[in-house]
C-alpha cells in the first residue's frame, strides 16, 4: 500500500527533509538537523507540517447532545465562541480511544481534531456515537494544517500574513479565530506559544514558503516528539491507548466527573478509579531513557511511556506511569541496558516557555 501525502509533500522535498513513513504518512523526520529544529522552536519560531491529523466538522440539530455523551470533558466549558477544550474519547472500559481538541465555532457548530495514526477508528466511533444523535460529523481531508510555534512564531505568521494579525493578535490561549477559510488556533504542542493554522489544502505550500520567507524554520517529527516530551505532553501509543485510563495517564484534569453527564467510560472510571501515576523523570548519571524500560521503586515497579535526551536541559527526560506511592521529589531507578540508573521523579513537565521547569 504506498504512502499518503500531505499537500506538502513537495515543499518537504525541495526543503531537503528526510521522509519517513509515519502510521500510513509519508513524513518529515528532519530537514538536516533534528537538534537545530528543536531549538529554533525554543528561541525563535519553528513549523511543523500536521496536515496528517483530521479536522472533524461536527453540526446538525443536536451537536452537543452528541458531544456530552462523546467525549470525557464537560462542551458545557465551551461559552464563547472559539474556545477550544481538550479532552479525550473513552470506550465503555474507560480506555483512551483518542485525545483531541474540540473547537465551539458559534451557534450549532464544532470543529474535532483527531490524531493522524487514529483517525480511521475514531471517525467510525464518532459515526457509531452519532446514529443516536441528529448530529452530522464530515472529516475535512481537504483542509491542510501548519503548526508555527516559538517564542517569535506569532509575530512571524503576521509578518507572512499581515491581513491576519487584527483577528490573531488579541486571541487567546486556547481559542480559534475563523478568517474567512483560514482557521487560526492560539494551540500547539510543544511548551512553547504559537498558531495551529488550518487552511484549505491548496494555499498551504504558499504559506509554508511565505512563512520559511519570513524567518521560520522547516522542522520534523523529531523536533516535535522531544519538545512535546519537554513539555510533559502526552503521545497516544505511548502514555495512552484503549487499555489505558485517562486518570491513569494523568489526565484527571480533562475528565469531567462533575456534572451529572452519562458520557462513554464512565461508569468504568468511577468502578476503577485510578490505578497509577504518571510522573517525569529526569535522569541523575549518564545514559538516556526509552519508552517501556522498568522503573524500580520503593512502592513496586513501574515503566518508562516516553523518553529521550532533552535538547535544553542537556540530559535525558522520561515520563513513566508508577505505583501511586510514588512521590515527586523520590529518586528512583531506570533500568538500562541491563543496568539500574538512578533517576528524580518530577512532575510531568520539564521545560516551557524556554524555561526550565526541573
Not at 531537503?16 to 502510521?23: E, L, Q, S
Not at 466511533?125 to 446514529?131: C, D, E, F, G, P
Not at 494551540?187 to 520559511?212: M, Q, S, V
Amino acid at each position: 500500500m504506498s504512502l499518503q501525502k500531505t499537500p506538502l509533500y513537495e515543499s518537504h522535498l525541495a526543503g531537503g527533509a528526510k521522509m519517513v513513513d509515519f502510521g500510513g504518512w509519508e513524513m518529515p523526520l528532519h530537514y538536516g538537523s533534528q537538534i537545530n529544529e528543536h531549538h529554533a522552536v525554543r528561541k525563535d519560531a519553528g513549523m511543523f507540517d500536521v496536515s496528517h491529523m483530521c479536522a472533524v466538522d461536527v453540526s446538525g440539530n443536536v451537536p452537543k447532545s452528541f458531544l456530552r455523551r462523546l467525549i470525557a470533558n464537560n462542551v458545557d466549558k465551551l461559552t464563547k465562541p472559539g474556545k477550544a477544550l481538550y479532552t479525550a474519547m473513552l470506550n465503555t472500559s474507560g480506555g483512551v480511544i483518542d485525545d483531541l481538541i474540540v473547537y465551539w465555532r458559534g451557534g450549532d457548530s464544532y470543529r474535532v481534531v483527531i490524531n493522524a495514526s487514529t483517525a480511521t477508528k475514531d471517525l467510525a466511533h464518532m459515526n457509531r456515537v452519532a446514529q443516536t444523535y441528529d448530529a452530522d460529523v464530515v472529516p475535512r481531508r481537504d483542509l491542510a494544517m501548519i503548526a508555527v510555534q516559538g517564542p517569535n512564531a506569532r509575530e512571524k505568521v503576521f509578518a507572512a500574513r499581515p491581513e491576519w494579525r487584527a483577528a490573531g493578535e488579541g486571541l487567546g490561549v486556547f481559542f480559534a479565530a475563523e478568517i474567512g477559510d483560514v482557521f487560526l488556533a492560539r494551540t500547539g504542542y510543544t511548551g512553547e506559544d504559537g498558531f495551529e493554522i488550518t487552511l484549505p489544502a491548496a494555499a498551504a505550500p504558499k504559506l509554508w514558503e511565505d512563512l520559511r520567507t519570513a524567518g521560520v524554520a522547516e522542522c520534523g517529527l523529531g523536533a516535535r516528539d522531544t519538545l512535546r516530551l519537554e513539555a510533559g505532553m502526552n503521545l497516544y501509543g505511548n502514555e495512552m491507548d484503549e487499555t489505558v485510563s485517562p486518570l491513569d495517564a494523568g489526565m484527571a484534569w480533562t475528565v469531567d466527573l462533575a456534572s451529572d453527564r452519562d458520557f462513554m467510560g464512565r461508569a468504568a472510571l468511577e468502578a476503577k478509579g485510578q490505578g497509577s501515576a504518571l510522573v517525569g523523570l529526569k535522569l541523575l548519571d549518564r545514559g538516556v531513557m526509552r519508552s517501556h524500560m522498568k522503573v524500580v521503586t520503593a512502592g513496586g515497579e513501574g515503566q518508562t511511556t516516553s523518553g529521550t535526551f532533552s535538547p535544553t536541559l542537556g540530559v535525558s527526560i522520561a515520563l513513566a506511569r508508577v505505583p501511586l506511592a510514588v512521590k515527586i521529589g523520590d529518586k528512583v531507578q531506570v533500568e538500562i541496558r541491563e543496568k539500574l540508573v538512578d533517576a528524580l521523579v518530577t512532575k510531568p513537565g520539564f521545560v516551557r516557555h524556554g524555561k526550565a521547569l526541573v
